[in-house]
Each structure stands twice: as structure tokens, then as C-alpha cells.
């Protein structure tokens, strides 16, 4: 794999492989970068049969009329064919052992353990497994998602986030021009004030000169450090091929704080829902 370049700027982003530890190649590279790219983590039958595992849970809630999972909003759009589609799933291993039997596998310890020797997998903690299903046609709830550091709750207490890793599958073949994963390499080093205001949560969608694109083949896997700045930018397709699916798995330490269907929502909820009802009043 490739040496780690001497300057401040990232000229080439590596694809890794995971092997049965986290090389210490693999972790300079996430210390000085804050991401990390596997290839080819899982089979495409493996994709396929998680896919098929969604489509099964998401006919359950729909029949069910569910709007909620565990106090967490689920964000329902429409397919390309007019019928509701799901496209943001919270705590999917509580409903589908598909998902619960993956996410377990033993390929995902050196994961695991590079969280946190007693990192656990929160199935019913936080947003638990968590699937998001970006699509661009005129019935999308979620064609997109604005810039945003994932350590907002320690923010608005006015403490630095930790690291946190976001550690993603990606279903999807994605190129830059479908839309996808964009960071800015190395901000998660950057200091408390950066950290708040370097752009407006969320409402900031343009390009960063200094953003790149994490293009995906279906199965890899990233490691993201959730200080980082990051977006997933709209594709440039309209309909199916627009398609992009990443599922989150949810490593965490502390505590054991579980949540079920009489929990309380969240506040960065709020804003995600507030954020969408505005952009539905403006006709956006
Ligand atoms: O879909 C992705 O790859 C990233 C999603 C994300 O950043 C988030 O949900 O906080
Ligand atoms: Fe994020």
C-alpha cells in the first residue's frame, strides 16, 4: 500500500485490505487522514441477502404503519416507482437476523478492537444498525445530507468529541458523479472553534476545495473519524441508478444504555426533521 505523503494534502486514496489486524500502515493513515477505505470486505451475495433482508423489514414496518423505531424518526420517500420506500432504517439487527448474524462476523474484530478493546455492537443503543438509502427522483425524502461533523451532542454540552469511528458498509458502486461520501482529509484535528463553525450544519451543500470523494465498490468498508467534516452529495442521476445504500454499525464502549419503542427522540432528531420540514415548505 501506499507510503503516506510527505505534504498537508492527500494526493491518493488508498483501498485497503482487512486483514486480521489493523496494520500499522492502516492506522498512521486513519490518525493522519481520519478515514480509511477496506476493499472488498463483504461478497456480493452477502450484499444481496443483506438487501433482501431490508426490503423484508421495511415491508414489516410499512404494513405495521410504523413512523418510529425506538423514539428514532424513520424517513420514508418514495422509490422510483411511486411506492414508500425507507430510506433511512434505525436499528436494523433488532429486526432482522440477517443483519444481527453479519454484523457479528468474526472478519469485523480487528474493527471492533481498533474502537476499543471493549467496543461492543450497540444493536439497541444510540441509532443502533443503521441503513441509509439515498435515491434522487422527484420522491426523495433523502437524495442528500449537509455538511456535518458527527460530534454535534458533545458540542452543544461544549466538550471536544472524542474520536468516534463510523465504521460504513457500502452496498453500491459509486463514482464521484453518483453522488456519495465526501470528507475533508485531516479535520478531525482540527480545534473546538473549526469544529463549530468551519460551515453550517447541515444547510451547506457546496463543494470544499479541499474535500475528496470516497468512491465505493459494493462491499467495501470505511472507517471514518466522526470529528471529520463530511456530506453525502446528491448523485447526478435521476431514478435507480441513483441508488446509494450504506449501512452503519455502531461500536461503542461505556455504559450499556438501550433504548426500545417507549423512548424519547433524541434532540439532533429534531433538527434532521425540522430541517426537512422547512425544505418541504420552501418546495425544495
Ligand atoms: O451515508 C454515509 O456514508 C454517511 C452518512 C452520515 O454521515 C451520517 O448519517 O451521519
Ligand atoms: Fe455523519
Not at 13 to 30: D, M, S
Not at 59 to 76: D, H, S
Not at 168 to 191: K, M, V, W, Y
Not at 269 to 279: E, P, S, T, Y
Request: with cysteine.
Amino acid at each position: 500500500m501506499n507510503a503516506i505523503a510527505p505534504t498537508d494534502t492527500l494526493t491518493h486514496v488508498p483501498r485497503f485490505t482487512l486483514g486480521p489486524e489493523i496494520t500499522p500502515e492502516q492506522r498512521a493513515f486513519l490518525d493522519r487522514w481520519g478515514f480509511l477505505i477496506f476493499a472488498g470486505v463483504a461478497s456480493p451475495a452477502e450484499i444481496e441477502a443483506l438487501a433482501a433482508a431490508l426490503d423484508e423489514v421495511q415491508a414489516r414496518w410499512i404494513a405495521e404503519g410504523r413512523r418510529w423505531v425506538y423514539g428514532i424518526p424513520l424517513t420514508v420517500g418514495k422509490d422510483s416507482d411511486g411506492g414508500p420506500f425507507v430510506q433511512r432504517f434505525a436499528f436494523t439487527s433488532m429486526f432482522s437476523d440477517t443483519v444481527r448474524r453479519f454484523v457479528r462476523d468474526p472478519r469485523f474484530e480487528p474493527v471492533r478492537r481498533l474502537v476499543g478493546e471493549d467496543a461492543r455492537i450497540g444493536d439497541d443503543e444510540k441509532d443502533g444498525v443503521v441503513v441509509n438509502r439515498y435515491l434522487n427522483n422527484p420522491g426523495s425524502e433523502y437524495p442528500r445530507l449537509g455538511w456535518h461533523t458527527d460530534g454535534l451532542r458533545d458540542l452543544f454540552y461544549l466538550r471536544m468529541p472524542q474520536q468516534m469511528l463510523n465504521v460504513g458498509l457500502h452496498f453500491d458502486e459509486i463514482t464521484a458523479d453518483n453522488g456519495g461520501l465526501r470528507l475533508i482529509p485531516g479535520s478531525h484535528n482540527q480545534g473546538f472553534f473549526d469544529m463549530c463553525f468551519r460551515k453550517l450544519y447541515f444547510l451547506q451543500h457546496a463543494p470544499d476545495p479541499a474535500e475528496i470523494a470516497v468512491e465505493t465498490m459494493p462491499g467495501d468498508l470505511t472507517v471514518h473519524d466522526g470529528r471529520l467534516w463530511h456530506r453525502v452529495a446528491a448523485s447526478t442521476r435521476i431514478g435507480p441508478t441513483s441508488l446509494r445504500r450504506s449501512m452503519y454499525v455502531p461500536y461503542l464502549s461505556g455504559p450499556y444504555e438501550p433504548k426500545s419503542d417507549t423512548s424519547s427522540t433524541p434532540f439532533y432528531h429534531h433538527i434532521g426533521r425540522g430541517l426537512r420540514w422547512l425544505r418541504r415548505a420552501a418546495g425544495r
